[in-house]
Structures are given as C-alpha cells and as structure tokens.
C-alpha cells in the first residue's frame, strides 16, 4: 500500500548534535555486522575467516541474518542477472550508515565469467561499493585485511573521506536507477521509496534526478500486499 | 529513607545492572569463543555494537506499538532491577518481594510480543509464539523453586532471605535439589541452548529480532544485559547466600551466568514441544521432590 | 540380459544404429519419427524406466538439432543413449518435436531447459516457459550464431584499469601480467572459433609481456 510519506527534514541545529559524533564513528568502526549475501562461489571463503584460525571477532564482526540487522553487505562472487535484482532489493533495505564489500574478481570486472551474458560486470555500476578484494578466491588473509581497511576507512571518514560511498547512492541516484533499468526494463521499481529518503538525509543534489527518475515516475505503480493463499 | 535517597537509587541500581551487565555479556561470549577455540571480541565490544546501533543514520518504525513494545521490554526489565537488593541498595525491595519481581520478569517477553505482532513479518510471528511457549515452559520450575525457597526462609522478601542465609547456611546446601531445578529453570530463561528455539537464527531469520534494527536492537542489547545481570544476581540471592558488599555478590553472580553458557555451546537445541517436555518432567520432579522434603 | 537380447528388442525399430562402447554405455541412432517408440519399447520391455537426461546439440553446419534422451536401468545398470536429429527450423518456423512426457514424468523439466536454451518447441509438454533466464529476452542463447561476447562488449562496461590501488601495485613492481585489452578486444576472438586458438592467442600475449618484464622463461 502506497503511504503518503512526510518528511520532516530535521537539520540538527543543536549546538551539542555533533559532540558524539566521533565518538560514534570510533564505535562504529569497532563494530560491524555483516549480511554475507552468498551471491557465487566465494561464499566459501567466509567461514575460514570466521573460525578460529583467523577469529573475524575479534574485529568486532558479526554475522547476522536479515538485512534489517547488517551494516555490510558482502557480494561474494558472481552476480548474475536474476541475483542482481534481489541484491539491489536487500541493499535498498539496509540502514544507513552501510557498506558494500565486493569479494572476487568478478564483482571487479566480470572475472572468470566475463563473456557470459548473464552476469554483471562491474557491480559499482548498480550499487556504490566500498572495498574491492581482488582474487579467485581471495584467501582469508586477504578478507582480512579488505576488512581492516574498510575499518581505517570508517574511522577515517572525517579526513579522507573514503568511509560514506552510501551516500553517493543518494546523490547520484539517477546514474545508478539508469543502469538498473538498462538490465531490468523500464518497469524496474522497488518498495523503498530512495528520493524520499535523500531528501530525509538532506542528500539530495541537482543529480538525483533525471530522465530515469522521470521514467520510474511514470511506470511506478502502488504496491499491493500479496495475498495469503491457503490450497 | 527519604525521597532524594530512593531517587539516586532508582537511578543507580539500572546502571549498576547495565554496566554488570554487559560485563556478563563479554564473558558470555569469550567463553563461546575459548570454546571454539578462537580469541573472542576485545573488552568494550558489547558496548560499542549497543552505541553503534543507537547511532544508526536511519530508524526503521513500524508504527506506535512497535516502539511501544520495545519500551515494555526493557521497561520491565528496569522494574525488575528495583526490586532486586544489592548490598548497599535496596530501592523498593521491601516494599515487594520475591513474587512482585517474578511478575515483572514476565513483562518484557509479553512486551516484545506486543512490537514484533506489530511488524507483520512470519518469521517473526513464528518466533515470538516460541518464545512465549518456552515462556511457559520454563515459569512452572521457576515458580516452584521460588515457592519452595519462600517456604523453607519464611519470607517473600529477597533482603530477608539473604539475611537468613548471611547467619545460617547458604541455601545451597539446605536444598540442593531445588537449587539444581533452578538451574535448569535459568537455562530455560536465559534462552540458551539447547533451549534457544526462539531465536534460532538461521531457521526463522533470529525470530522475533528480524525487523528490529537501530534503536530496537539497541534496546533489545541491552534487555540482555538486563537478563543476565537479573537472572545471576537472582539466583545468588536466593541460593548462594547474597553478599555484604560487592566484592562478595558479583564474583557469585558471574559464576551462576557462566555455567549455562558453557554447557550451553555444545548443545543444538531441541523442538518447542520437546523443551515444554524436559522442562515440565525433570525440574518440575526436582522441585516437587525437594518440596516434598521441605513441608 | 545378454547383448543378443537386448539387441534383440532394439531391433524391433526401423532403421535403427546400435553401438555396444562399454559394458554400460550403448548408443543408439534413430530418425525423428521412431524415437518415441523407441523409448516405450525399451522402458516396457527392457526395464530402462530412468530418464536421466535430455540434451541438444547444435549442428549449424547441417543445419540440425541433435536431441539425445539418456536412459537408464537399474537391474541391466546399462545406459541407453538414443541419439536423434531434428530440422533446426528458422525464426519463423521454430523447430518442434514431440515430447515424452507421458512415458517419463522429469521429461518436463529437460524439455523446458532446451526450450530456454535452443528455442525447440515440445508439443505436449505441460509448462513451455522459461525457468531458468527469466530475465532474459533474447534470442535462445545456445544456439551457435548467438555471439555472447559481442552481445557482453556492447551490454556492458568495464572498469577503468588506472586506480590508484593498482598504481601502488605496480609501483612496489607489481601490476598485471596480460593486459584485459589484448583478449578482449572486440571481434577479435569471435573470429577464432575455437576454444585453441583462443589460448594460443592468449599464451603468446603473457610470453610478450614476460618478455617486456625480463622474467626468466
């Protein structure tokens, strides 16, 4: 059912609003729970990494279960058309602040299967990432250390600016919706209203519309609830 | 005591709770890391995920009972702490005794009840109505014991009972067979394993968990620390002889919550019907048995 | 059942091809017409009752499509595969065939898999409907004149290979040893149609690039 969002753009005013804010970005650089979407093959490579050879908890990373609950999405392997559209589903569910880490060469430039018609090439077409980790597999070690940086990256985020690739998803909203609908058709919509969002953010840029938007504009139909059948 | 007195405890002994707490819930898991062989997390993590989580950008609400719910659940868990004497403290023990307090301990299963009908999602569905039925389950050895331990010190009262201890024995050795149905009772309540069918993470998506996010798990974090903290102390006063200060209770208390995590990682756990099974047939036999000697 | 036998009820068929390769592999040649019957005889007679697989094979040369039904059974553990052709048809005139399904309940699931795959069409199958490429609305993409490396170069971006990180690599004396440019540029490989070719392509442009680096051979 289509609701009729209000917004309240609540700009943080208060003169005590960003004391924690470091203090926030330290904890969450400290603490990070991972959605692994075992999209291919490198899914195997996540329980070494969790086991007690090379203990991922000790960095603070956890995995948890649904989308709603994770920080990082990890894209192991090969994403091929059909997975594509319920990994961009599950991204769009995820809280900000999130994080994208594309494990295998294949989310980098198409890997092995790069003469497939059925596997996207370069996932940060569709979705920002944050962290490559290169490799068929990539050994643990490697995951490790991909995690580490993504870690730098967060606590770092004031200076270097490399921890928040979530919010290019806002501001450039119509490159990505562009791309999504050159793979998926022009109909292509999901239940999270994004523009809603950027402007609930305050992320909005001259970018986040386009003639994409303008398209899923015209095709967007209200969702119904499915309906419970019992044969 | 005066009002500004009960105030500053009625601050204090949740705060006590929480940060004991959340010790317990580092120790919880270094003992399932130690177990499995691995180094667990550093000191401070449980409270940097609870930090992280009240710090996410987006809130996810599913209306007011939603939020509502939430607030029960760790409301009821504050309520309980209250009541709870420490040394030092005794905010509104005397006023309500040990039965007041396993009434509130009932609330927050009913409050998350309230917020995860609210979501709408099955998976949650299915696992708030296991966590209610393992509620049930584990309420009647727990209110056995509880009866019994009333009986034997002639009192409702927690602060009575661990005077009585302080100057007899601990009630350990008094009644050994409730106090080991009341550890099956407090496996039950914690929700470990092999009792740990609601939450069941990869079954049913963590059951009644799988919409909270940001402020919600936050709240839920640390309505574990509540439990915990709750359960130890609970039991230490009951059997172990409370303690005069301190140094003397939270060493007791430690000891009570680390021994059902250790047994309980090497567990998998059982069906609902099977935990309504084992926990209505051996405590509740334990416990009758032990009454039996009491009266 | 002994060879005689079996080549005994095999037999019954017109025009039918045996070749006995091991102990458990025969193969058997008909045409279009007497496969069905073939499969019936077999399954009622000779206890093969275990489809384990339809395949097609693509023959652009002659302009046919190959169908082989795989069947197995478990008392002679002996597996018939009756190989047989079919017109290849046009995009107009889509090549049919009729479908077993009647004899051997997992036909329906093979039976869509080619449909999806090759584009023929099995009269009297339950569900012709894709399953697998649902989002896929091509041409059937097995088929040999489908070139899925020029549909990929003119679909799809690739990365830019000069990001920092790879800077840095090469820097410390690192970096890539056969440049993504060299074996995909467009219509070049397309052109060698074999899988060899392609390798040879591919060795001779690491040995150039050894070379250049002074590595050792």
């Known amino acids: 059912m289509k609701k009729e969002l209000k917004i309240k753009q609540k700009e943080r005013t208060n003169p005590l609003a960003h004391v924690f804010d470091d203090f926030i970005r330290f904890c969450q650089s400290k603490s990070l729970f991972m959605l692994h979407y075992c999209t291919g093959c490198g899914a195997i490579e996540l329980p070494p990494a969790m086991t007690s050879r090379f203990d991922m908890e000790r960095l603070g990373i956890q995995p948890m279960v649904t989308p709603r609950q994770a920080d990082i999405l990890l894209i192991t392997g090969y994403v091929s058309i059909k997975t594509l559209k319920r990994v961009i589903l599950t991204y769009e569910q995820m809280q900000s602040p999130k994080y994208v880490i594309g494990i295998c060469s294949c989310t980098v430039n198409g890997g092995m299967y790069w003469q497939s018609y059925a596997t996207a090439k370069k996932l940060n077409e569709y979705m920002p990432v944050d962290v490559y980790i290169a490799g068929c597999m ?32 806002f501001k450039r909203y119509d490159y990505y919706l562009g791309n999504q609908q050159a793979l998926f058709g022009e109909d292509w919509q999901t239940p999270t209203d994004i523009i809603a969002e950027a402007k609930l953010y305050g992320l909005e840029t001259e970018e986040t519309y386009g003639k994409h938007t303008k398209l899923l504009e015209k095709h967007q139909t209200p969702l119904l609830p499915q309906e419970m059948r019992i044969k | ?210 919409e909270m996010s940001g402020k919600y798990m936050g709240g839920l974090f640390v309505m574990q620390t509540f439990q915990l903290y709750t359960a130890g102390v609970l039991y230490a006063s ?34 609902t019907e099977d935990v309504i099974r084992i926990l209505w047939k051996w405590p509740v036999m334990l416990g009758l048995i032990s009454l039996a000697f009491i009266l | 059942m002994n060879k005689v036998q079996i ?73 018939i595969s009756a190989h047989t052709r079919i017109d290849r048809g046009s995009e107009k005139n889509p090549a049919k065939y009729i479908s077993v399904y009647d004899l051997f309940k997992p036909a329906d699931f093979f039976e869509r898999d080619i449909f999806e795959m090759y584009g023929v069409t099995f009269i009297g199958s339950p569900r012709m409907e894709k399953f697998i490429l649902t989002e896929w609305n091509g041409v059937p993409p097995m088929l040999k004149d489908f070139d899925a490396e020029a549909y990929v170069q003119e679909t799809f971006k690739w990365t830019d290979y000069n990001p920092d990180w790879l800077q840095e690599l090469t820097d410390q004396g690192g970096g890539i040893a056969v440049k993504p440019e060299d074996i995909r540029t467009a219509g070049n490989t397309h052109n060698m149609s074999t899988h060899r070719e392609r390798d040879k392509a591919k060795a001779a442009a690491v040995k150039a690039n050894d070379k250049m680096q002074g590595w050792k051979q």
């Open chain 1, 138 to 169: 990539p050994r643990p070690e490697a995951v490790m250390a991909g995690l580490q940086r993504l870690k730098d990256n967060i606590r770092n985020d004031k200076k270097e600016h490399k921890g928040s690739a979530w919010k290019d998803y």
């Open chain 3, 7 to 79: 080549d005994e009820i095999l037999n019954k068929v017109n025009g039918i091809k045996i070749t006995h390769k091991r102990k458990t592999r025969i193969r058997v040649d008909v045409d279009a017409d007497s496969l069905p019957t073939l499969l019936e005889l077999i399954k009622g007679r000779a206890s093969y009752i275990h489809l384990s697989a339809i395949t097609c094979v693509d023959w652009i040369a002659d302009n046919q499509f190959e169908l082989v039904y795989h069947v197995w059974s478990y008392e002679e553990k002996c597996l």
């Open chain 2, 238 to 271: 009951l059997f172990l002889g409370g303690g005069t200060s301190f140094l003397t209770l939270l060493p007791k208390a430690f000891l009570v919550v680390a021994l059902p995590m250790s047994i309980a990682f090497m567990f998998p756990r059982y069906k």
């Open chain 2, 1 to 210: 005591m005066n009002a500004l007195h009960l105030m500053a405890e009625l601050i204090f002994m949740p705060l006590i709770a929480f940060i004991v707490g959340m010790m317990m819930v580092l120790m919880m898991r270094k003992i399932s890391a130690r177990l499995q062989r691995r180094i667990g997390p550093p000191f401070f993590q449980p409270l940097y995920d609870i930090v992280k989580l009240y710090g996410k950008d987006t809130q996810i609400s599913h209306g007011l009972i939603h939020d509502i719910g939430i607030i029960m659940a760790v409301g009821g868990y504050i309520g309980a702490e209250i009541l709870l004497p420490v040394p030092g403290m005794e905010g509104i023990a005397a006023k309500g005794g040990v039965i007041t307090l396993s009434y509130f301990l009932m609330i927050p299963s009913l409050g998350m009840a309230l917020g995860v009908g609210q979501c709408a999602n099955p998976n949650g569905s299915i696992g708030i109505s296991r966590a209610l039925t393992a509620m049930l389950a584990y309420d009647i050895p727990f209110i056995l014991v509880v009866f019994g331990a009333a009986w034997h010190y002639q009192s409702t009262s927690l602060i009575g009972m661990i005077e009585y201890q302080q100057v007899h024995q601990w009630g350990i050795v008094e009644m050994p067979l409730l106090a080991i149905a009341g550890l099956f009772a407090l496996q039950g309540m914690l929700g470990k394993q092999p009792f740990e069918i609601y939450i069941a993470p990869a079954e049913i998506a963590t059951g009644p968990m799988v």
